[in-house]
């Protein structure tokens, strides 16, 4: 080693953590041109945002550099981002000008805004940070951070000002803790999730912040020293600060939710008459009959009523299916969805159990998927008894066709949204013009920010049983297979057996 050349201390053994947490790392690795992320109050995201907001101001065009522009809802947020890229410079070694300040002048009226700009001669590039809403964002080129998006005024309008920038390779990112489940922030995360438009979204309520390092990072900056008993302790005294208000300040929850989720014209709009609903009610104690008989019975039922309605179906459409699951209690719904050659998903007709026995439920899932036209995918409800069939049905038609669906609060937040979408796009038709049907459907209610299924029950017009949003659910997870598990045609190798023998394996 030269003499010139300085002893590196040995850093191997510090304890010294990654500056970015893994969710500031996730959001700063996505690359995709829309990006709109739903908060907890105070996680960092802006100053994640600054350090990727620098390095691409600082590149060169050929590497992805543009200019930024910062847009938040006050002053002090503008003077903190702008402070933030200014010791994100520094790190990062650049040559920056020092922060400058300007007004910026709107078009529509006399009024100034103050900015502040930093400058990378080497590159050519700025960030502009600048607060309030300036309308001449028109005709501009970069990248647009829109923070505490739900708390701007006219959000509307200075999205689709942004927006035009994605068309000549411009980017948009959009950050928010949330301001009511009516706030164009909240219309924006859902048209998203429906696809209605492209982009990704990203959530990070305050406990799973906490859970990838928040109180971690509060201890190094502070100097406490963490414990599990005082990361309880703060996060307690956070949530007890926020009061009432931490559902939405805190959990991500838009506050003001509640109520039916699908208007009753909605669902009518795309019911017809002309969809059967076959129901299957078995009498008490007919589990206790031999499998034979059972088998035999149902075989028949299937042969009168089943059978020539799959036979119907054209031959070469593409088939879908979602299966809520119930035994005793519940229903279990099958709702098959047809594809059509304009992509419009059709239910053919419904399937409805009740108090139908494990086996039978599987004989009557083997005929119908063996039946369905060119089956593509399946979505079954996994949760409690029914994850046996479920599990079943992806070893019989494979992992790619079938998917075990955990039903959860996640879930139905991100595949609930398409549905609605569907349905008001036309896209989704064909519902059985049923009562029960229709309040199933009207069962949806935003809870917690989520559109879910409620834990009351409510009782059929048709047989008195209970209902539990069932025709929802299957409907659902229908529409979620079509979108999912959509991947093309199925290669079938080698010719099935004979329907009944296979019905009785496993007998």
């Known amino acids: 080693m030269s003499q010139l050349t300085p002893m590196l201390p040995d850093t191997s053994t510090l304890d010294v953590p990654v500056v970015l947490m893994p969710y500031q790392q996730r959001w700063v690795a996505d690359p995709s041109p829309l990006k709109v992320i739903e908060k907890s109050r105070r996680t960092g995201i802006t100053w994640a945002e600054a350090a990727d907001n620098v390095l691409t101001a600082a590149s060169a065009a050929s590497a992805g550099g543009m200019n930024v522009y910062y847009i938040a809802y006050n002053q002090d947020m503008t003077v903190e981002y702008i402070q933030a890229c200014a010791m994100w410079a520094r790190a990062f070694n650049y040559a920056a000008s020092a922060i400058e300040e300007g007004f910026w002048e709107e078009e529509e009226d006399d009024k100034h805004i103050k900015t502040y700009t930093i400058r990378f001669p080497d590159a050519g590039f700025r960030v502009v940070a600048l607060s309030s809403r300036p309308s001449n964002l028109r005709g501009r080129q970069g990248i647009i951070v829109i923070d505490e998006a739900a708390f701007h005024e006219q959000l509307g309008e200075l999205l689709k000002a942004a927006l035009a920038m994605l068309i000549w390779g411009g980017k948009v ?11 164009p922030f909240n219309v924006l995360l859902n048209d998203i999730r429906a ?16 859970a990838e390092g928040l109180f971690r990072r509060v201890c190094l900056r502070t100097g406490q020293t963490w414990s599990a008993e005082a990361e309880q302790a703060w996060m307690a005294s956070v949530y007890k600060f926020y009061g009432a208000g931490a559902s939405e300040e805190l959990d991500c929850i838009p506050a003001h939710s509640g109520g039916a989720w699908l208007s009753r014209a909605l669902i009518e709009l795309r019911m017809t008459p002309d969809t059967p609903i076959l129901r299957l009610t078995c009498p008490e104690g007919y589990e206790l009959k031999s499998d034979e008989v059972r088998f ?6 299937l ?6 309605l799959l036979a119907a179906l054209p031959a070469d459409a ?17 709702y098959p969805l047809l594809q059509q050659k304009n992509l419009v998903r059709r239910v053919p007709f419904v399937l409805e159990l009740r108090n139908v026995p494990f086996k039978q439920q599987e004989q009557i899932s083997w005929f119908l998927m063996d039946g369905l036209p060119n089956l593509m995918g399946a979505a079954f409800d996994a949760g409690g ?8 049905a992806m070893q019989r038609y494979g992992a790619s066709r079938v998917q075990q669906i955990k039903l959860n609060e996640g879930w139905y937040r991100d595949h609930m949204p398409p549905v609605k979408a569907a349905l008001e796009d036309g896209n989704l038709e064909g519902l059985p013009q049923d009562e029960d049907t229709l309040n199933d459907l009207r069962a949806v209610q935003v809870i917690n920010g989520v559109p ?10 048709t047989d008195g049983g209970k209902r539990h949003g069932d025709a929802a659910i299957a409907l659902a997870l229908a529409y979620f297979a079509s979108r999912e598990l959509n991947k093309g045609p199925v290669t079938v190798n080698s ?12 007998y």
Do not use: C
């Open 296 to 301: 035999k019975e149902t075989q028949d039922w």
């Open 318 to 334: 593409r088939s879908f299916l979602g299966r809520d699951f119930g035994r005793s209690g519940d229903l279990s719904i099958d």
């Open 495 to 506: 010719r099935r057996r004979r329907q009944s023998a296979r019905m009785l394996e496993g």
């Open 173 to 183: 990112r959009v950050i928010s803790t949330h301001n009511g489940v009516e706030n």
């Open 303 to 308: 042969d009168e009523n089943l059978k020539p």
């Open 452 to 461: 879910r299924i409620p834990e009351q029950r409510s009782k059929s017009k």
């Open 385 to 392: 008894n029914g994850a046996y069939l479920a599990e079943y």
């Open 195 to 210: 696809g209605r438009r492209d982009g990704s979204v990203h959530r990070i309520p305050f406990e799973e912040a906490v």
